[in-house]
C-alpha cells in the first residue's frame, strides 16, 4: 500500500529565510504527487502537482518541489517565505482509482 | 461557480444522535470524496464515489454511510455518532481521465459528538 511521510510537525522559520518541507512516499508504481496548503479554518487549496515530465514543479505563491524518484521525495521548498505563508501543508500521493493518500501534515510558522 | 460546498459548518451532536452532512459541487466531476482531518494525522478517506450510482470504502469507513443518488451531491451519513467521530469532515471532488487528477475541496464541516 502506498504511504506518505512528513517527517517534520512543525518548521518554525524567520520571514524572508528560506525553507524546506520534506515529503517521502513509497510506492513502487509510477506516481501522481501533490501538495496542498490549508490556512486556518479553511479547506485545503492544491500548491503545486507533479503528473509527468519535469522533476521540477513550479506551483502558486512562488513554491516549486522536486520530484526525486531514487530517493522516493517530493520536498516542498520556497526561497523567501511571508508571514502569510503561515499554515499548515499536506503532501499526497494519488493511487490509481484517483484517491489520495495524505501525509500527517507540517505546520510552517513564520516569525517576524 | 461556487466549488464545493459543505452544509453545516459546524454541529454539535450527541452519543447516538444521526446526521448527514451533504457535499454539493458545480463542476461536474465524476469522483466525489469524504475525508475526517484529526491532529496529527492528516487527511483520511471516509468513502468515495466515482459516478453517480456508486459508492466505494476508503480507509476509514466503519460507522459512517453515503449516497450519491445525484451527480452533484454526496451525502455522509453517520447513523449512531460516537465521540470517536469528532473531526473536521472535508468533501473533495475531481473529474476522471489523464491531466484531471486534482482534487477541489469543500471549506469542512466541524462535527463534535458530545
Known amino acids: 500500500a502506498q504511504s506518505v511521510t512528513q517527517l517534520d510537525s512543525q518548521v518554525p522559520v524567520f520571514e524572508e529565510a528560506p525553507v524546506e518541507l520534506r515529503c517521502n512516499y513509497s510506492s513502487s508504481v509510477s506516481v501522481y504527487l501533490f501538495w496542498y496548503v490549508q490556512y486556518p479554518n479553511q479547506g485545503l487549496q492544491l500548491l503545486l502537482k507533479?503528473?509527468?515530465?519535469?522533476?521540477l514543479v513550479k506551483g502558486i505563491n512562488g513554491f516549486e518541489a522536486e520530484f526525486n524518484k531514487s530517493q522516493t521525495s517530493f520536498h516542498l521548498r520556497k526561497p523567501s517565505v511571508h508571514i502569510s505563508d503561515t499554515a499548515e501543508y499536506f503532501c499526497?500521493?494519488?493511487?490509481?482509482?484517483?484517491?489520495?493518500?495524505f501525509g500527517s501534515g507540517t505546520r510552517l510558522l513564520v516569525r517576524p | 461557480n461556487a466549488g464545493v460546498t459543505q452544509t453545516p459548518k459546524f454541529r454539535v451532536l450527541k452519543t447516538g444522535q444521526s446526521m448527514t452532512l451533504l457535499c454539493a459541487q458545480d463542476m461536474n466531476h465524476e469522483y466525489m470524496y469524504w475525508y475526517r482531518q484529526d491532529p496529527g494525522m492528516g487527511l483520511r478517506l471516509i468513502h468515495y464515489s466515482v459516478g453517480e450510482g456508486t459508492t466505494a470504502k476508503g480507509e476509514v469507513p466503519d460507522g459512517y454511510n453515503v449516497s450519491r443518488l445525484k451527480k452533484q451531491n454526496f451525502l455522509l451519513g453517520l447513523e449512531s455518532a460516537a465521540p470517536s467521530q469528532t473531526s473536521v469532515y472535508f468533501c473533495a471532488s475531481c473529474r476522471s481521465g489523464a491531466g484531471q487528477e486534482t482534487q477541489y475541496f469543500g471549506p469542512g464541516t466541524r462535527l463534535l459528538v458530545l
Open positions: 507533479y503528473l509527468s515530465g519535469s522533476t
Open positions: 499526497a500521493v494519488m493511487d490509481s482509482s484517483y484517491k489520495l493518500i
